[in-house]
């Protein structure tokens, strides 16, 4: 892919939106834009002034960028000082998620690695952190399973693509975020986009939709000397990604220096490191070549490990919602931060000093995505040695570029914990201070099956939600 400014004309700061718009023939996209629902006054066209004045008075004033707002009320508390600070558990180190012996034990995130993570946005709200003293975890078999892939994959230099499945609170994400603190305390860079991504595309059509159009933070633009199919880079979401990959890596990234010549993009020095690369975009037109440049730096050879997390992969795996400049739908996969991810996922783009690119789903998705179904299905039977199931001949939906990003993944099914972990989970609430019922093997047994048989979330539900009221 070559590294290019965006084709559009940089923008005066306050108006990126308009010109973006006109290269993308403003009038189909308006006409094609359905009137917007008009359920109170508030809803109603405004009238705006036009102004005339000299660009020099005008103080742009900055607003939140989307989900910002959000970000903030939905901001995960990571401690709680009325639980009860537990004692006498291991505290996570290099070697704890590779060792059969940590198996069905609690761990603390050491601090540091509770910021990267954080930086990350790797902990959601669906997780129960804001209950507990300080971020512990349980091992389960699974993980381990899954860091001694991590390990292998940096000793083969060979990437670990790992598809990670299950029913809906099953600890899917909870393994991307074991797997982001072992790679961390490991020393790999690691990159993470978080399930709230997704949330960019709605907001970005909706602002779009609005026709706001002095919100830079609608552009999206083609990728210069992209074509057949265009790529599209999301400007605003990548700057947000490349700060975060900043924060979480840098002491790594501060180590090492740039092997090739950026010199067209950015006036970096020599010597100048990777650190200095990613802090080099202070504007977002400038952030998706850089996370490229950044991207392309880490897969030279004689770097380290890189881990490239996704959560929610059905969620690209579509059509976006986002139109060219034709007004034709684009492919997620035409997004060119999610291509990067795909290329590597497919094994296109190999990470010659190993790492692994791991993607998150749920079985419970509210839509359905026949190829992305089947191809897991389907590598799932093979790992098992079980008949393969074919695709179904009456289904229309297939997408062959969905089939062929997932086809050569190593799928790892997460559902219930084993009962011995279950208790172990429970151990740690009730030292907590926050299960009342005295813990014998029945009381496990029962909250365990309570709990759809060890699902995590349903048995946080059972055990801790009911004593919230
Ligand atoms: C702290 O824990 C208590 C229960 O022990 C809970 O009611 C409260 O909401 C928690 N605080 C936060 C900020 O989540
Ligand atoms: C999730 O999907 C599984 C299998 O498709 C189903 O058994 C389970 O009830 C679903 N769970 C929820 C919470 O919808």
């Known amino acids: 892919m070559a590294l ?14 308009m010109i973006a718009m006109a290269a993308f023939s403003t009038s189909s996209i308006l ?3 359905p009137p917007p629902t008009i359920k109170s006054r508030r809803d109603l066209p405004k009238k705006t002034k036009k102004t005339y004045k000299k660009k020099a008075n005008i103080v742009a004033v900055k607003k939140p960028n989307p989900g910002e707002r959000k970000a903030f009320r939905k901001r995960i508390q990571l401690s709680n ?5 537990v004692q006498g558990l291991g505290e996570l180190s290099v070697e704890t998620l590779t060792s059969h012996e940590s198996k069905g034990k609690m761990f603390a995130i050491p601090d540091q690695v509770v910021d990267q993570l954080r930086a990350l946005e790797a902990f959601k709200t669906t997780q129960t952190w804001n209950l507990f003293r300080r971020p512990h975890f349980l091992v389960r078999e699974e993980v381990v399973e899954l860091m001694r892939k991590l390990e292998e994959s940096k000793g083969k230099k060979e990437a670990l693509k790992c598809i990670l499945t299950g029913s809906r609170l099953s600890g899917k994400s909870m393994a991307l975020l074991q797997a982001m603190s072992h790679a961390l305390l490991d020393g790999w860079v690691v990159f993470h986009i978080p399930e709230v991504f997704v949330d960019f595309f709605r907001l970005q059509l909706t602002y779009f939709k609005a026709q706001d159009l002095t919100n830079g933070n609608t552009e999206y633009s083609p990728v210069a000397e992209t074509a057949d199919p265009m790529l599209f880079a999301q400007p605003v979401y990548c700057l947000k990604l490349l700060q975060n990959i900043y924060k979480a890596n840098k002491a790594v990234l501060e180590k090492l220096q740039l ?8 006036n970096l020095k020599q010597g100048a490191t990777l650190a200095d690369l990613a802090l080099s975009a202070k504007e977002s037109e400038y952030a998706w ?3 490229n440049a950044l991207w392309t730096e880490l897969t030279l050879p004689g770097r380290p490990p890189v881990l490239f997390a996704l959560d929610g992969l059905a969620h690209i795996n579509k059509i976006s919602d986002y139109r060219d400049p034709s007004f034709n739908e684009v492919h997620a ?19 010659p000093n190993g790492g692994a690119i791991i993607a998150a789903t749920s079985e419970n998705n509210s839509h359905h995505h026949p190829s992305q179904e ?11 040695g079980k008949e393969i199931p074919k695709p179904n001949p009456y289904e229309r939906k297939y997408d062959e570029r969905v089939y062929d990003a997932l086809k050569n993944s190593f799928v790892l099914r997460l559902e219930g914990v084993s009962k011995e972990e279950g208790r172990a989970l429970m151990e740690y609430w009730g030292a907590s201070g926050l299960v009342r019922d005295v813990l014998n093997s029945r009381s496990v047994s029962e909250k365990w099956a309570l709990g759809g048989h060890g699902n995590v979330g349903e048995m946080e539900r059972v055990a801790l939600m009911t004593m919230r009221m």
């Open 259 to 266: 092997q090739k010549d950026w010199s067209k993009m950015t």
């Open 31 to 33: 006409a094609a834009a």
């Open 333 to 351: 996969h035409d997004l060119a931060l999610v291509r990067v991810f795909v290329d590597a996922l497919s094994g296109k783009t190999a990470l």
């Open 374 to 384: 089947l191809v897991l299905s389907q590598l799932e039977a093979g790992q098992a």
């Open 289 to 291: 070549p850089t996370l």
């Open 4 to 17: 290019m400014r965006p084709s559009i004309p940089i923008a005066p700061r306050v108006y990126p939106v």
């Open 81 to 85: 000082n009325s639980a009860l600070p």
